[in-house]
C-alpha cells in the first residue's frame, strides 16, 4: 500500500515544499542579515543597500550562465546543488569580520539560487497552457508566498534575541531543503525516474497557445514594482527603525502583512481569468500602487502605513503574475522565460536596493518614495505603448484586449 502510494506521488510534491521552505530561509536571512549588518559590524544604510545588487547581480548571471548549462540535467539534482549551496553560503554570513567579505558570500548564494528558481519554475509550468496553467502557477506562488509570509516576522523575532540567530536558522531551512529534495529522489519513483528537458515543452503537448507580445509590456512593470519591492524590503526597515522608532518584530510584522496580501491576491487571481492577455488592468494595479507609495510617503500614522503594505502586496501580485503567465504561455523554453523573468525580478530589486540607500542616506525616505513612484510611472507609460501596439496589431483598439500574436 505504501509503494502505491509512493507511486502515485509527482513532482508537485517536491516542487511547492521546496518554494516555501526557500522563500521562508531567504526572509530569515534577508531581514536578520540587514540588522546584523547594521549592528554588528557598523554598517551604514547605502553599504547595506549594497549586498542585493551583489546577490542579485550573481543571480542574474547565473541565470544567464550557468543555469543553461543544467537544462538537459534532471531537474532534482539542480534544486540540491542550489539549495545546498545557498545554506553554507548563507551560513558563512554569521561569521564574516567586515561587510566585504559578506558581499562575496550573498554574490556566492545568489549564484546558488541561479540553479534553483528558474528550473523550479520551469519544472512546474511543463508541458501546461491556459486555465491549467494559471491554476498550477497561483499554487507555486501560494507556496513561496506562504514561505514570505512567515519569514519576515519570524526574522524581526529571531533578531530580537541574536542579531545572527536569523541567519542560522535561514541557512539551516536551505540545507534541510536540499535534505528534503534527495529524500523525494530517492523515495519517490516518479521523480526518481523523470527523465525531462526543462528548456523545452514535451512532445506530445499540442495544445499550446501563441506567445503574446504582452509579455515585454510585463516584464519592464515587473522590474519597475520590483524597484519599489527592494526600497521596502532593504532600506525601509532602516528607516522604520531609526525615523519612527519601530521594533524590530513589529517591522516584521508590517512586511509580514504584505506578504499575507500578496498571497491572498495570487489565491485570487489563480481562480480568475479575465486579466489574461489584457493590458489595461496592470496598468490600473501599478497606478495604485503608486498611490500607496505616495501614502507612505507622506504619513507617519501606523494604521496607513499598514494599509498601504498591504495594498503595495496586492499590486505587487498581479505584476508578478502577469510577468509569470504571459512570459510562458505559448512558450516552449520555460526554464529560460523564466530566468528572464527572474532575472529582470532580481535587477529590479538589486537597483531599488542601491538607489534607495543613497538617496534615503542623502535625502530623506520620502525622496526615495518618490523615486520609486517614478520608476512604476515610467513603467505604465511603456506597457501602455506595448498594449497599443498589441491591440493595434490585432485590429483591435487599444484599450480592449491585447491578443496573443502568432509566431
Known amino acids: 500500500m505504501i509503494r502505491a502510494a509512493r507511486s502515485r506521488i509527482g513532482r508537485t510534491a517536491v516542487i511547492y515544499p521546496a518554494a516555501f521552505m526557500v522563500a521562508t530561509g531567504l526572509g530569515c536571512v534577508g ?7 547594521k549592528e554588528v559590524l557598523g554598517a551604514s544604510p547605502a553599504r547595506i543597500g549594497w549586498l542585493s545588487p551583489c546577490y542579485f547581480a550573481a543571480y542574474t548571471l547565473g541565470c544567464y550562465g ?5 537544462d538537459r540535467v534532471p531537474p532534482r539534482y ?41 528550473i523550479l519554475m520551469g519544472w512546474v509550468s511543463l508541458g501546461l497552457e491556459g486555465g491549467e496553467l494559471n491554476k498550477t502557477l497561483s499554487r507555486f506562488n501560494l507556496g513561496w508566498s506562504g514561505g514570505s509570509i512567515v519569514s519576515p516576522y519570524l526574522g524581526g523575532w529571531l533578531s530580537r534575541l541574536s542579531a545572527p540567530l536569523p541567519i542560522y536558522v535561514g541557512g539551516g531551512i536551505f540545507l534541510a531543503t536540499a535534505v528534503l529534495i534527495t529524500g523525494a529522489a530517492l523515495a519517490l519513483p516518479k521523480v526518481r ?13 499540442t495544445h499550446t497557445h501563441p506567445r503574446t507580445p504582452l509579455r515585454f509590456g510585463c516584464w519592464v512593470v515587473l522590474f519597475t514594482a520590483y524597484v519599489a519591492i527592494g526600497v521596502l524590503s532593504f532600506i525601509w526597515p532602516i ?7 519601530m521594533s524590530k518584530p513589529f517591522i516584521g510584522f508590517l512586511l509580514l502583512l504584505r506578504t499575507l496580501s500578496t498571497t491572498a491576491a495570487f489565491l485570487v487571481l489563480g481562480r480568475t481569468a479575465r ?22 510617503s507622506a504619513t507617519q500614522k501606523v494604521w496607513l502605513i499598514g494599509a498601504a503594505f498591504a495594498g503595495a502586496g496586492v499590486c505587487l501580485a498581479f505584476s508578478y503574475s502577469n510577468s509569470v503567465f504571459h512570459g510562458v504561455a505559448g512558450s516552449r523554453n520555460r526554464a529560460r522565460q523564466m530566468a528572464i523573468h527572474e ?14 540607500g543613497w538617496v534615503y542616506e542623502a535625502f530623506s525616505m520620502a525622496r526615495v518614495y518618490l523615486l520609486c513612484v517614478g520608476f512604476i510611472l515610467a513603467g505604465i507609460l511603456v506597457h501602455g505603448v506595448v498594449t497599443w501596439l498589441a491591440g493595434r496589431s490585432a485590429g483591435r483598439a487599444p484599450s480592449v484586449e491585447a ?5
Open 31 to 37: 531581514l536578520g542579515l540587514i540588522f546584523h549588518m
Open 66 to 70: 550557468l543555469r543553461p548549462r543544467f
Open 78 to 118: 539542480s534544486l540540491v546543488i542550489g539549495t545546498f549551496g545557498m545554506g553554507v553560503f548563507s551560513l558563512g554570513l554569521a561569521f564574516v569580520p567586515a561587510i566585504e567579505w559578506a558581499y562575496v558570500l550573498q554574490a556566492l548564494s545568489g549564484l546558488s539560487a541561479s540553479l534553483f528558481w528558474p
Open 193 to 205: 525516474h523523470e527523465r525531462v528537458d526543462v528548456s523545452s515543452a514535451p512532445a506530445g503537448n
Open 239 to 245: 528607516a522604520a527603525r531609526d525615523d519612527l522608532h
Open 275 to 296: 486579466w489574461h492577455f489584457r493590458g489595461v488592468p496592470l496598468m490600473v494595479g501599478q497606478f495604485l500602487f503608486a498611490v500607496t507609495l505616495l501614502v507612505l
Open 343 to 356: 532575472s529582470l525580478l532580481a535587477v529590479g530589486f538589486a537597483v531599488g536596493a542601491v538607489f534607495g
Open 403 to 407: 491578443v496573443p500574436l502568432r509566431r
